[in-house]
């Protein structure tokens, strides 16, 4: 079975920044991609960024490209989310997920994703 598990959340003021670790366990399949979504105060679930195994590429929501980056470890144990120059409107649940052989059409779609973490708040307030 797939275990995944976020830490790295908490209070930052705005301008600052965050490294969330996503850390996975179990699994068979080395096809999949890694993503991160986040759930903010009354919205829906929404895609943030994803890295694609085995390839590595690497998929961002266009207005976090540049701010956001995805990026994993050597082994696939670990994935991170390093999120710069925070505001606000960035405050939510961050959730990390997989989803097996994905495509670009699906590697975006919360209900495509297979297994999910528990979430890590993340709140930039000043």
């Known amino acids: 079975q797939v275990r995944l598990a976020e830490s790295g959340g908490g209070l930052v003021q705005p301008g600052g920044s965050l490294r969330l670790s996503c850390v996975a366990s179990g699994g068979a399949s080395s096809s999949y991609a890694m993503g991160w979504f986040r759930q903010r105060p009354g919205q829906e679930r929404e895609f943030v960024a994803a890295i694609r195994r085995p390839n590595g590429a690497t998929f961002y929501k266009d207005s976090l490209k540049g701010r956001f980056t995805v990026s994993r470890d050597s082994a696939w144990n670990t994935v991170y989310l390093q999120m710069n120059s925070l505001i606000p409107e960035d405050t939510a649940v961050y959730y990390c997920?997989?989803?097996?052989?994905?495509?670009?059409?699906?590697?975006?779609?919360?209900?495509?994703?297979?297994?999910w973490g528990q979430g890590t708040q993340v709140t930039v307030s000043s």
């Open positions: 997920a997989r989803i097996l052989n994905p495509i670009v059409s699906t590697i975006r779609a919360a209900d495509r994703y297979a297994y």
